[in-house]
Nanobody, 126 residues
Framework: QVQLVESGGGLVQPGGSLRLSCAVS????????IGWFRQAPGKEREGVAC????????FYADSVKGRFTISRDNAKNTVYLEMNSLKPDDTAVYYC???????????????????WGQGTQVTVSS
């Protein structure tokens, strides 16, 4: 059974940092691509970052390039999202998602993923 559990969210001041974790079970990270998405109130779910299963290629939304880093630890079955220089606009519920057969150009598209975690709240505010 595929399961994803996010953790690490919280309240942080603008300019601060957080590291989110996505612990997975029921599969290995060398077989599923993992994406991070976020959804703010009243907005559509937005793709933030993705790491592919085969070669660990990474993809980022323009809004987070240079500030966020996605990585994975295959031994721990965990994917991380390191978030630096956080802004109030980064406030959202963050979700991780998994897909075994991710189509090209769907790396940051929620429609490309079948399995989702429950989300973790990130609030950037002074």
């Amino acid at each position: 059974q595929v399961q994803l559990v996010e953790s690490g969210g919280g309240l942080v001041q603008p300019g601060g940092s957080l590291r989110l974790s996505c612990a997975v079970s029921g599969f290995t990270l060398d077989t599923y691509a993992i994406g991070w998405f976020r959804q703010a109130p009243g907005k559509e779910r937005e793709g933030v970052a993705c790491i592919t299963s085969s070669d660990g290629s990474t993809f980022y939304a323009d809004s987070v390039k240079g500030r966020f880093t996605i990585s994975r630890d295959n031994a721990k079955n965990t994917v991380y999202l390191e978030m630096n220089s956080l802004k109030p606009d980064d406030t959202a519920v963050y979700y991780c998602a998994a897909e075994m057969a991710l189509f090209q150009d769907y790396e940051l598209n929620a429609k490309g993923y079948d399995y989702w975690g429950q989300g973790t709240q990130v609030t950037v505010s002074s």
